[in-house]
């Protein structure tokens, strides 16, 4: 005679649709935990380290900001020629972003060192209102791409606008700012980083 059927036990079919039911529950409090650590934490989103860093930069092959001109020249459009043997700074950025006309004043005093070659990824957005930012607060580019719909982004991943990303000339990856340029940041990060690119090895 078998044993008699307790009803009131759960069912291993029950249980199963039980979990998969507070299965997005669960996931949503552990997401929400993660998200609370970091924030109470003190973490400086700009100092989240990029798994690109190290490794070849994504290959670029941009068309170029229609309209853009200087010197009575059209600027180029951001490829792989236009960084390729060079150590080189490429900002993504974008006119609606507000950040980056903040840091735009370090980034035409950068346009003006020597050792690095500074051009943009202009991220979603308009040609006029990008051909109006850069007409209105200068060009620090010598070559600008557009990345319409974020594609290229993703290739480099960015987290946001503004970031800027240092690559050596043969292609390497050797810094990533995220988030604007600040006078702190230049001064102890990025400048740092073109010294050590640019020295001889010991």
Same mark, same amino acid.
């Given at each position: 005679m078998?044993?008699?059927?307790?009803?009131?036990?759960?069912?291993?079919?029950?249980?199963?649709?039980?979990?998969?039911?507070?299965?997005? @529950?669960?996931?949503?409090?552990?997401? +929400?935990?993660?998200?609370?650590?970091? @924030?109470? +934490?003190?973490?400086?989103?700009?100092?989240?380290?990029?798994?690109?860093?190290? +490794?070849?930069?994504?290959?670029?092959?941009?068309?170029?900001?229609?309209? @853009?001109?200087?010197?009575?020249?059209?600027?180029?459009?951001?490829?792989?020629?236009?960084?390729?043997?060079?150590?080189?700074? %490429?900002?993504?950025?974008?006119?609606?972003?507000?950040?980056?006309?903040?840091?735009?004043?370090?980034?035409?005093?950068?346009?003006?060192?020597?050792?690095?070659t500074?051009?943009?990824?202009?991220?979603?957005?308009?040609?006029?209102?990008a051909?109006k930012?850069?007409?209105?607060?200068?060009?620090p580019?010598?070559?600008?791409?557009?990345?319409?719909?974020?594609?290229?982004?993703?290739?480099?991943?960015?987290?946001?606008?503004?970031?800027?990303?240092? %690559?050596?000339?043969?292609?390497?990856? @050797?810094?990533?700012?995220?988030?604007?340029?600040? %006078?702190?940041?230049?001064?102890?990060?990025?400048?740092?980083?073109?010294?050590?690119?640019?020295?001889p090895p010991?």
């Amino acid at each position: 005679m078998s044993a008699p059927r307790d009803e009131g036990a759960p069912q291993p079919a029950s249980r199963r649709r039980l979990m998969i039911a507070f299965l997005p @529950l669960v996931l949503f409090i552990a997401l +929400s935990g993660v998200f609370l650590y970091q @924030l109470g +934490s003190g973490k400086n989103a700009s100092e989240i380290p990029s798994v690109l860093i190290g +490794s070849k930069a994504p290959s670029l092959d941009l068309a170029p900001l229609e309209g @853009l001109v200087e010197n009575g020249q059209a600027v180029p459009a951001l490829t792989d020629a236009a960084i390729a043997g060079k150590l080189s700074l %490429v900002n993504v950025w974008a006119s609606w972003c507000v950040p980056c006309r903040q840091e735009h004043p370090i980034l035409l005093e950068l346009a003006r060192d020597p050792r690095v070659t500074l051009v943009g990824i202009n991220y979603k957005d308009k040609t006029e209102n990008a051909l109006k930012f850069l007409d209105e607060l200068g060009n620090p580019f010598t070559a600008v791409g557009i990345d319409p719909n974020g594609k290229a982004a993703i290739d480099w991943g960015v987290y946001g606008v503004p970031e800027t990303y240092l %690559v050596a000339p043969d292609g390497e990856i @050797l810094f990533k700012q995220i988030g604007p340029f600040t %006078v702190d940041a230049l001064r102890d990060k990025l400048l740092p980083a073109i010294e050590k690119a640019v020295s001889p090895p010991a």
